[in-house]
T-cell receptor
């Protein structure tokens, strides 16, 4: 079974600084997706960024970028120029590609605080 | 922008009562999911649904739970006899097709069982 591990329950960053959230996963599949979702206090799950395992290039979305290390099964999220609105719980998630309709497996989450 | 909608946003019920949570997935999506999140805990998979049948379910999804897509637009989760431990946020999600990766989530339905 696939597992996703986020070893940082809490992180904090100063406004305008950069922070990196860590994620590791375990899988025997060769093709899969990885995601970072953001959950603000409203508790809605918002997609931040996605990475397809077959792509070597790291995904970027404006101030958000990932460091995808397939051999190490590591998928970290870097937030640049942190803003107060970035404060939220961040979940790393995995979905295999080989099985149609396969589940999304989440990590435990990292609570990010942005200090003004 | 298309979105997944869920109703009710919050429901309070007595232990032993039946609850139905409703979801309207994005209209051209083919895969549907229910997840739950107990307060302060991780997001847990309950069930996935494709082609009018359950494609996968977790160990949490026991006989007390059922899902249905009654009319081609709604996707419902029924809990037959609620327990205190069913108190959680329930998220519906949908996904477009076999080659699409991400799930799009609704805003969640908070269930409180007294």
């Amino acid at each position: 079974a696939q597992t996703v591990t986020q070893s940082q329950p809490e992180m904090s960053v100063q406004e305008a600084e950069t922070v990196t959230l860590s994620c590791t996963y375990d899988t025997s599949e060769s093709d899969y997706y990885l995601f970072w979702y953001k959950q603000p206090p409203s508790r809605q799950m918002i997609l931040v960024i996605r990475q397809e395992a077959y792509k070597q290039q790291n995904a970027t979305e404006n101030r958000f970028s990932v460091n995808f290390q397939k051999a190490a099964k590591s998928f970290s999220l870097k937030i640049s120029d942190s803003q107060l609105g970035d404060a939220a719980m961040y979940f790393c998630a995995y979905r295999g590609r080989e099985t149609s309709g396969s589940r999304l497996t989440f990590g435990e989450g990292t609570q990010l605080t942005v200090n003004p | 922008e298309p979105e997944v909608t869920q109703t009710p946003s919050h429901q309070v019920t007595q232990m032993g009562q039946e609850v139905i949570l409703r979801c309207v997935p994005i209209s051209n999506h083919l895969y549907f999911y229910w997840y739950r999140q107990i307060l302060g805990q991780k997001v847990e998979f309950l069930v996935s649904f494709y082609n009018n049948e359950i494609s996968e379910k977790s160990e949490i999804f026991d006989d007390q739970f059922s899902v249905e897509r009654p009319d081609g637009s709604n996707f419902t989760l029924k809990i037959r006899s609620t327990k205190l431990e069913d108190s959680a946020m329930y998220f519906c999600a949908s996904r477009g097709g076999p080659n699409t990766g991400e799930l799009f989530f609704g805003e969640g339905s908070r269930l409180t069982v007294l």
